[in-house]
């Protein structure tokens, strides 16, 4: 098992558990997160009222496990789960502590609400690796961290400090996961239908089909590239890319 699930109260602790790989999201965490949600989802608000999201030391997330991962059933799975964690009927805060990169750093903004310690790191580096998030994503970053952080970790692959993104508002606390605990049996508190009704409006409040068949069509051959296996294979091999745009 790849995720350990705890609950305390009506609080329940998802945790990723992979510390070897430093909670490196794989498709097997990806199968388990979709059971923990249904789970949760065909709960009563009286056994769940709040989620946290979190990783085993030393890192929230490092990002997708690039031994293996493909563009296909991989990357719609994590769709699911990012979208999955916002279609939860409970608040869901992300508690970061350490690297949250790549698709952790999409784990993060799905989220509802995020508390970190101030020095841990998140960005979007798939542009070092010849691959592309997806439009979701890309919707999301620039929603929840402001569309100039957006197109700095996008465009310029530039990773954040939680400190910062604290005081740019993407990080609503600063603190580790016993202040997210506390946090969470606070929400714990409020009426289940009010915040239900609210986070509905807020997920659905841009629901516009946007115009994404460009977007689709590079996503694709970003996937389909050359430079897609060249970035993967670098990245395990330690050694710098040599992109060809290709």
């Not at 059971?35 to 709960?43: F, H, K, L, S």
């Not at 990080?171 to 714990?188: K, N, P, T, V, Y």
């Not at 659905?204 to 970035?231: H, N």
């Amino acid at each position: 098992m790849t995720v350990r699930v705890e609950r305390d109260g009506r609080v329940t602790i998802i945790t990723l558990d992979r510390p070897e790989r430093r909670n490196a999201i794989d498709h097997p965490t990806l199968l388990e997160l979709l059971d923990v949600q249904a789970d949760i989802a065909a709960r009563s608000p009286a056994e769940t009222r709040v989620v946290v999201l979190t990783g085993a030391p030393p890192a929230f997330s490092a990002g997708a496990d690039l031994n293996g991962v493909e563009a296909g059933q991989f990357a719609t799975d994590l769709r699911r789960v990012l979208v999955g964690f916002g279609s939860l009927p409970v608040p869901v805060i992300a508690a970061i502590d350490g690297p949250a990169l790549g698709a952790g750093t999409q784990l993060a903004i799905a989220a509802d609400l995020r508390i970190a310690t101030p020095d841990s790191p998140l960005g979007i580096p798939a542009a070092r690796l010849g691959i592309s998030v997806d439009h979701w994503t890309i919707r999301r970053l620039r929603d929840e961290f402001t569309a100039p952080v957006a197109r700095a970790m996008l465009v310029g692959t530039e990773n954040y400090s939680a400190e910062r993104l604290h005081a740019l508002g993407g990080i609503h606390r600063l603190g580790d996961l016993s202040d997210a605990r506390e946090w969470a049996q606070r929400l714990a508190q409020f009426a289940p239908l009010t915040v239900v009704a609210h986070k509905l409006g807020l997920e659905t409040a841009d629901f516009e089909a946007p115009r994404v068949d460009a977007f689709e069509a590079a996503r694709s051959a970003a996937w389909a590239s050359t430079d897609a296996d060249e970035g993967r294979t670098a990245f395990l091999e330690k050694r710098a890319a040599n992109f060809t745009a290709s």
